[in-house]
Protein backbone atom coordinates (compact mmCIF):
# COMPACT_ATOMS: atom_id res chain seq x y z
CA UNK A 1 0.00 0.00 0.00
CA UNK A 2 1.51 3.29 -1.00
CA UNK A 3 1.54 6.66 1.35
CA UNK A 4 -1.39 7.97 -0.75
CA UNK A 5 -3.33 5.42 -0.05
CA UNK A 6 -2.30 5.40 3.82
CA UNK A 7 -2.90 8.67 4.20
CA UNK A 8 -6.41 9.03 4.63
CA UNK A 9 -6.48 6.54 7.23
CA UNK A 10 -3.96 8.03 9.06
CA UNK A 11 -5.44 11.25 8.60
CA UNK A 12 -8.78 10.11 10.54
CA UNK A 13 -6.57 7.80 13.22
CA UNK A 14 -4.66 10.71 13.97
CA UNK A 15 -7.57 13.43 14.15
CA UNK A 16 -9.34 11.51 16.36
CA UNK A 17 -6.57 10.73 18.43
CA UNK A 18 -5.72 14.63 18.89
CA UNK A 19 -9.21 15.73 19.65
CA UNK A 20 -10.74 12.96 22.33
CA UNK A 21 -9.80 14.79 25.25
CA UNK A 22 -6.34 13.67 27.14
CA UNK A 23 -4.06 15.14 29.26
CA UNK A 24 -2.78 17.79 26.57
CA UNK A 25 -5.76 18.85 26.06
CA UNK A 26 -7.13 19.35 29.32
CA UNK A 27 -3.80 20.97 30.31
CA UNK A 28 -4.59 23.28 27.25
CA UNK A 29 -8.00 24.25 27.72
CA UNK A 30 -6.93 25.11 31.60
CA UNK A 31 -4.04 27.04 30.28
CA UNK A 32 -6.44 29.17 27.67
CA UNK A 33 -8.91 29.48 30.79
CA UNK A 34 -6.06 30.53 32.99
CA UNK A 35 -3.38 32.32 30.65
CA UNK A 36 -5.38 33.03 27.23
CA UNK A 37 -4.52 32.07 23.79
CA UNK A 38 -1.36 34.35 23.18
CA UNK A 39 0.53 33.45 26.81
CA UNK A 40 -0.31 29.45 25.89
CA UNK A 41 1.49 29.72 22.57
CA UNK A 42 4.81 27.93 23.26
CA UNK A 43 2.78 25.48 25.35
CA UNK A 44 0.81 24.88 22.36
CA UNK A 45 3.84 24.80 20.17
CA UNK A 46 5.49 22.41 22.61
CA UNK A 47 2.74 19.73 22.02
CA UNK A 48 2.51 20.28 18.30
CA UNK A 49 6.21 19.63 17.68
CA UNK A 50 6.97 17.47 21.02
CA UNK A 51 4.60 14.58 19.93
CA UNK A 52 5.56 14.35 16.02
CA UNK A 53 9.39 14.35 17.19
CA UNK A 54 8.17 11.65 19.82
CA UNK A 55 6.68 9.19 17.40
CA UNK A 56 9.70 9.70 15.09
CA UNK A 57 12.14 8.52 17.80
CA UNK A 58 10.16 5.74 18.76
CA UNK A 59 9.58 4.84 15.07
CA UNK A 60 13.72 5.13 14.67
CA UNK A 61 14.83 2.48 17.24
CA UNK A 62 13.89 4.12 20.68
CA UNK A 63 10.75 1.66 20.92
CA UNK A 64 12.93 -1.71 20.63
CA UNK A 65 15.40 -0.19 23.55
CA UNK A 66 12.09 -0.32 25.77
CA UNK A 67 11.09 -3.79 24.32
CA UNK A 68 14.59 -4.53 25.58
CA UNK A 69 14.16 -3.41 28.79
CA UNK A 70 10.91 -3.15 29.76
CA UNK A 71 12.17 -1.69 33.32
CA UNK A 72 12.90 1.69 31.96
CA UNK A 73 9.65 1.84 30.45
CA UNK A 74 7.86 0.82 33.64
CA UNK A 75 9.88 3.60 35.51
CA UNK A 76 8.91 5.68 32.86
CA UNK A 77 5.29 4.99 33.31
CA UNK A 78 5.24 5.31 37.11
CA UNK A 79 7.37 8.97 37.09
CA UNK A 80 5.10 10.07 34.32
CA UNK A 81 1.98 9.35 37.10
CA UNK A 82 3.85 11.05 39.29
CA UNK A 83 4.21 14.03 37.25
CA UNK A 84 0.60 14.27 36.16
CA UNK A 85 -0.24 14.37 39.55
CA UNK A 86 1.74 17.29 40.55
CA UNK A 87 0.40 18.82 37.35
CA UNK A 88 -2.97 17.97 38.51
CA UNK A 89 -2.34 19.75 41.66
CA UNK A 90 -0.80 22.94 39.87
CA UNK A 91 -3.89 22.98 37.61
CA UNK A 92 -6.08 22.74 40.44
CA UNK A 93 -4.62 25.61 42.44
CA UNK A 94 -3.79 27.70 39.24
CA UNK A 95 -4.86 31.35 39.01
CA UNK A 96 -4.32 33.60 36.66
CA UNK A 97 -1.54 36.62 37.05
CA UNK A 98 -4.35 39.55 37.35
CA UNK A 99 -6.25 37.66 40.20
CA UNK A 100 -3.36 36.96 42.17
CA UNK A 101 -1.12 39.72 41.60
CA UNK A 102 1.79 36.88 41.14
CA UNK A 103 3.62 35.56 37.80
CA UNK A 104 2.06 32.82 37.16
CA UNK A 105 3.07 30.71 34.33
CA UNK A 106 2.04 28.51 31.61
CA UNK A 107 4.04 25.36 30.28
CA UNK A 108 6.73 26.95 28.42
CA UNK A 109 7.75 24.89 25.05
CA UNK A 110 10.81 22.50 26.02
CA UNK A 111 8.40 21.49 29.12
CA UNK A 112 5.43 20.82 26.65
CA UNK A 113 7.80 18.83 24.38
CA UNK A 114 9.42 17.03 27.08
CA UNK A 115 5.93 16.47 29.12
CA UNK A 116 4.98 14.03 26.17
CA UNK A 117 7.39 11.65 27.02
CA UNK A 118 5.39 10.95 30.23
CA UNK A 119 1.69 11.06 28.82
CA UNK A 120 0.79 7.94 28.69
CA UNK A 121 -1.93 8.40 25.98
CA UNK A 122 0.59 10.14 23.66
CA UNK A 123 2.60 6.84 24.01
CA UNK A 124 -0.15 4.73 23.49
CA UNK A 125 -1.23 6.61 20.30
CA UNK A 126 2.68 6.72 19.04
CA UNK A 127 2.95 3.41 19.31
CA UNK A 128 -0.14 2.54 17.89
CA UNK A 129 0.41 4.22 14.78
CA UNK A 130 4.05 3.17 14.06
CA UNK A 131 2.68 -0.59 14.84
CA UNK A 132 -0.33 0.07 12.61
CA UNK A 133 1.48 2.47 9.85
CA UNK A 134 4.70 0.98 9.04
CA UNK A 135 5.43 -2.68 6.99
CA UNK A 136 7.71 -5.39 7.64
CA UNK A 137 9.91 -4.70 4.44
CA UNK A 138 9.20 -1.48 3.79
CA UNK A 139 11.56 1.96 4.43
CA UNK A 140 10.81 2.68 7.74
CA UNK A 141 12.63 5.45 7.99
CA UNK A 142 10.53 7.27 5.14
CA UNK A 143 7.16 5.37 6.75
CA UNK A 144 8.26 6.96 10.04
CA UNK A 145 9.21 10.11 8.98
CA UNK A 146 5.53 10.39 7.08
CA UNK A 147 3.49 9.31 10.39
CA UNK A 148 5.19 11.78 11.93
CA UNK A 149 4.40 14.68 9.10
CA UNK A 150 0.82 13.76 9.27
CA UNK A 151 0.76 14.09 12.96
CA UNK A 152 2.20 17.21 12.94
CA UNK A 153 -0.50 18.45 9.92
CA UNK A 154 -3.29 17.28 12.22
CA UNK A 155 -1.98 18.30 16.15
CA UNK A 156 -1.22 22.21 15.16
CA UNK A 157 -5.16 22.98 14.67
CA UNK A 158 -6.40 20.71 17.27
CA UNK A 159 -4.12 22.23 20.12
CA UNK A 160 -5.18 26.14 18.92
CA UNK A 161 -9.01 24.42 19.15
CA UNK A 162 -8.70 23.15 22.54
CA UNK A 163 -6.88 26.19 23.70
CA UNK A 164 -9.67 28.51 21.90
CA UNK A 165 -11.96 26.32 23.78
CA UNK A 166 -10.84 27.38 26.84
CA UNK A 167 -10.17 30.90 26.01
CA UNK A 168 -13.96 31.27 24.96
CA UNK A 169 -14.94 29.55 28.10
CA UNK A 170 -13.13 32.24 30.44
CA UNK A 171 -15.27 34.65 29.14
CA UNK A 172 -17.79 32.98 31.22
CA UNK A 173 -15.91 32.43 33.97
CA UNK A 174 -15.56 35.90 35.29
CA UNK A 175 -15.65 35.08 39.17
CA UNK A 176 -12.86 33.97 40.86
CA UNK A 177 -15.15 30.72 42.40
CA UNK A 178 -16.32 30.18 39.27
CA UNK A 179 -12.71 30.06 37.94
CA UNK A 180 -11.47 27.92 40.94
CA UNK A 181 -14.00 25.44 40.48
CA UNK A 182 -12.96 24.78 36.34
CA UNK A 183 -9.83 24.81 37.66
CA UNK A 184 -10.54 21.58 40.34
CA UNK A 185 -12.88 20.33 37.50
CA UNK A 186 -9.57 20.19 34.77
CA UNK A 187 -7.53 18.62 37.65
CA UNK A 188 -10.37 15.88 38.31
CA UNK A 189 -10.59 14.94 34.61
CA UNK A 190 -6.70 15.01 34.52
CA UNK A 191 -6.12 12.64 37.62
CA UNK A 192 -9.49 10.36 35.72
CA UNK A 193 -7.21 10.41 32.54
CA UNK A 194 -4.72 8.38 34.75
CA UNK A 195 -7.06 5.76 36.02
CA UNK A 196 -6.69 3.07 33.16
CA UNK A 197 -2.83 3.79 32.86
CA UNK A 198 -2.25 3.03 36.19
CA UNK A 199 -3.87 0.57 37.49
CA UNK A 200 -3.34 -0.95 33.43
Known amino acids: MSQLDLFLPLFLFAASMALTPGPNNIMLTASGVNFGFRRTVPHMLGVALGFPAMVTAIGLGLGELFEAYPQIHEVLKYAGI????????????AAPAEDTGTKAKPLNFLQAAGFQWVNPKAWIIAVGAIATYTTLNGDVVREVLFIAGVFTLVTFPTVALWTLFG????????????RTLFNWGMAGLLVASLVPFAFG
Do not use: E
Not at 82 to 90: H, T, V
Open 82 to 93: AYLLWLAWKVAT
Open 167 to 178: TAIRRLLRSPRA
